[in-house]
């Protein structure tokens, strides 16, 4: 923000109640009127959680989900990180799918293949544990997370969050800021309103083009697809889910934004039963600021006149934000927490010359009891914070060891149903088998056949499929047909355990091996 716009909201007396009111009955989408400001002091607000406290925010504090809010731009502490997270984040979504790995891109979910290339890392469907606990471990994080830091993920990290701003940051370009968007939407439509809008959707359509384009790029070779797409040659399915992922990123970042996070996004509702009074929420200091008022700079109290808080009732904060939401009401399951209205107040209470931090990250029993900063950062550490983090712990490390002792060779063996067990030339007992071998290295495999169980029992691939050795090309399976074989006087006729075992030697040198249970019959 401006010091231009700090001293508006800070100069005094009436200004400063025309500005409110102003800002109050203009489209933007705030609340009512603050109530007339007690005579006395106000008591510090009833022990219970934030959720409680949400209940208590009365529903007209939020403003209708058909209204637009017209969100004034702020800088600060924590606008500068929300920049920060934007750029990390879309430097990795936009970068990720041109690395390449092995000569191949470094990672793609090969849905066609039925492959996942994460680096060095092969997965195929039969490692859907893996991916399971990759799932479990990320909720975790967030239930962590939360219980720390309420909807801090919102605020900063979240996809929708991310491209509101960049989206809001285009309008801002174009159009001007809060008060010039305000101007221009009522005003009717000319040649000049016109050249703005198109001049807007069109940066806005190119952005989510891209961001469409890369989505799909996750999910077939990026190269490819740039080149398929320049020359028009794209399949029927690619231009669906670029043409689909694009019209989302347009309509979400574009026109929904924040009505998403309030309406449709389910972790907004269930973040009260994750939240309690330690965690660390965006928090308006009552005690401090109450009762709220108009004044100038440096207006001193008249004699015998109420004592009036910090807070100068300038609703810059209600201005900034982006939900459209008055974090002095308390907390509501609308607050995304992403400290625009910290940034905002501490600018006022600058211009005022006040102690900054009215409106805070805090939790609401060091708010209640008066805690010191530290004596709160300690009680971050409390039971459910330390399960959530050994079990994220547990669930990382479990996954990391089961990842470096991954064997990259994997077989299935299935009897042929067709053949139970028969009599060849030389006195042989011979059961036939179909084996699948998973090779996820991205080198060459080459296997030999063993197999153990009944005495005199060998195994080796059926005629014409490799005798001198099973060959299986990179990231990819073979199956044959195996026969096993044990001498006619062996065992009596029945079925027996038999174990299939097999051996090789990666590209690197490194020994392989699988082991597989079967049963092998003798006929009578």
């Not at 606008?79 to 990720?96: I, M, P």
């Not at 399949?235 to 669906?240: A, C, M, N």
């Not at 009599?423 to 699948?436: F, S, T």
């Amino acid at each position: 923000m401006s010091a231009r716009a700090i001293d508006g909201a800070a100069s005094g007396g009436a200004g400063m109640a025309g500005a409110a009111a102003a800002a109050q009955a203009g489209p933007v989408a705030v609340s009512a009127s603050p109530a007339p400001a007690p005579a006395g002091p106000v008591p510090a607000p009833a022990a219970g959680s934030p959720a409680v406290q949400a209940r208590r925010v009365p529903k007209a504090a939020a403003p209708a989900a058909s209204e637009k809010i017209y969100a004034r731009s702020v800088d600060g502490l924590y606008a500068r990180w929300r920049v920060v997270f934007v750029a990390l984040t879309q430097a990795l979504f936009y970068g990720l799918p041109w690395l390449n790995w092995n000569g191949r891109q470094a990672v793609l979910f090969d849905l066609g293949a039925r492959k996942f290339y994460l680096f060095g890392l092969v997965l195929g469907p039969q490692d859907v544990v893996y991916l399971t606990v990759l799932l479990v471990i990320s909720a975790l994080s967030l239930f962590l997370f939360t219980a720390i830091a309420g909807r801090l993920f919102c605020g900063y990290a979240c996809p929708q969050t991310v491209y509101s701003e960049i989206f809001a940051w285009i309008e801002t370009k174009v159009e001007g800021d809060r008060s010039a968007r305000l101007r221009l939407d009522a005003s009717p439509w000319s040649l000049r309103k016109l050249r703005l809008k198109a001049a807007k959707h069109a940066l806005w359509l190119a952005v989510a083009w891209w961001t469409g384009s890369t989505f799909v790029g996750y999910f077939a070779p990026i190269r490819g697809l740039g080149s398929d797409l320049l020359a028009g040659a794209l399949g029927p399915w690619q231009w669906f889910w670029i043409v689909f992922y694009s019209l989302a990123t347009w309509g979400n970042a574009g026109f929904l934004r924040t009505t998403v996070c309030k309406y449709m996004c389910p972790y907004a509702r269930f973040q009260s039963v994750m939240v309690d009074p330690d965690t660390y929420v965006v928090t308006y200091d009552r005690q401090r600021g109450e009762p709220r008022g108009h004044r100038s700079r440096r207006a001193a109290e008249a004699d015998g006149a109420a004592p009036r808080g910090d807070c100068v009732d300038c609703t810059v904060c209600v201005q900034v934000c982006p939900t459209g939401i008055d974090i002095r009401d308390g907390l509501q399951y609308m607050c995304i927490g992403c400290g625009a209205c910290i940034d905002a107040c501490d600018q006022v209470m600058e211009k005022m010359e006040y102690p900054v931090r009215l409106i805070r990250y805090t939790s609401e029993r060091a708010m209640r009891d008066g805690l010191s900063p530290a004596q709160a950062r300690r009680r971050l550490l409390r039971p459910r914070v330390l399960v959530y983090t050994a079990l994220i712990l547990l669930l990382a490390a479990g996954l990391a060891a089961a990842l470096v002792v991954r064997s990259p060779l994997r077989m299935d063996v299935m009897r042929d149903r067709g053949v139970m067990g028969r009599e060849v030339a030389g006195g042989l007992i011979e059961n036939v088998y179909r084996v699948q071998f998973i090779n996820t290295a991205e080198s060459p495999l080459r296997l030999t056949l063993h197999a153990e169980g009944l005495p005199g029992l060998s195994a080796e691939p059926a005629a014409g499929q490799g005798e001198a050795g099973i060959e299986v090309p990179p990231v990819s399976n073979r199956l044959l047909a195996v026969v096993m074989r044990a001498p006619a006087g062996a065992a009596e006729p029945g079925l027996y355990p038999v174990r299939l075992q097999v051996r090789g030697q990666t590209g690197d040198g490194r020994t392989v091996s699988a082991d597989e249970a079967a049963s092998f019959y003798m006929p009578r």
